[in-house]
């Protein structure tokens, strides 16, 4: 075929966001159900269509967080992957840019435009049944919370999650939530201190619920670690939620 023939292919270009934060003691994610068709009525992640052939990408992507959730205050999104899987949209070809945010204190979200609500849910949910969600969304959650397992080892964002000064325990809690996984105290606690500048201590020490006085520490001045807080091949495999969690040893899992 000449070039005077060819003509180019009708490709939709989307946004999909996953947005990540701690409720409680348990890692959340982000999700509407979508008002319009398709999957009406279904769990999906904020995103949809760029405006025009104008608006940046990364502008579409906060513009729909906006829309769809009411979340403006979201601080870092970071592009996650590229999913164009031909047949993930009935309505025809569409590529969707997929946006990762992982943040402490994110407020409740807000629904509007086409979404008739949106909410957090605990991550192992999706994970657990991931035909429920609308699209390739399923994929798109497992993708992103693996890329916030990771980010975990190997920066200190898990301090951004706990206050100003914070116990061993309760940055293990982080970890645990995200990780989705048991941790061997001592051992963790090892590897918090191995890693240099990653915390420092601060001051006096608080009684923790069983009475116990215990260190505090805040975040310390480096951002990547080294040596990075690497999970063992166990800690990848078991899930909090799985029935596999009843083969972890006693003390929880090795780091």
Known sequence: MNDDQWEPPSVLLAVDLVILTLRGARLHVLLVERGVEPYRGSLALPGGFLHNQ??????????????????????HLETLGVYGKPGRDPRGRVVSVAHLAIAPRLPEPI????????????????????????????????????????????????????????????????????????????????KVQNARGFIVANGPTRRTETGRPARLFRAGPVQVLYPPMIRSAQAVSEDLDSPSVQSVPEGGVHL
Do not use: M
């Open 54 to 75: 104008d608006e940046d990408i990364a502008v579409a992507a906060r513009r729909e967080l906006s829309e769809e959730a009411g979340l403006d205050d979201v601080p």
């Open 111 to 190: 629904s509007g435009t086409d979404a008739t609500s949106a909410s957090w849910k605990p991550v192992e949910h999706a994970l657990s049944s991931p035909a429920e969600l609308a699209f390739d969304h399923g994929q798109i959650i497992a993708d992103g919370i693996e890329r916030a397992r990771v980010k975990l080892e190997h920066s200190a964002l898990a301090t951004a999650f706990c206050g100003e000064t914070f116990t061993i325990s309760e940055l293990q809690q982080v970890y645990e939530a995200v990780w989705g996984v048991r941790l061997d105290p001592r051992n963790f606690y090892r």
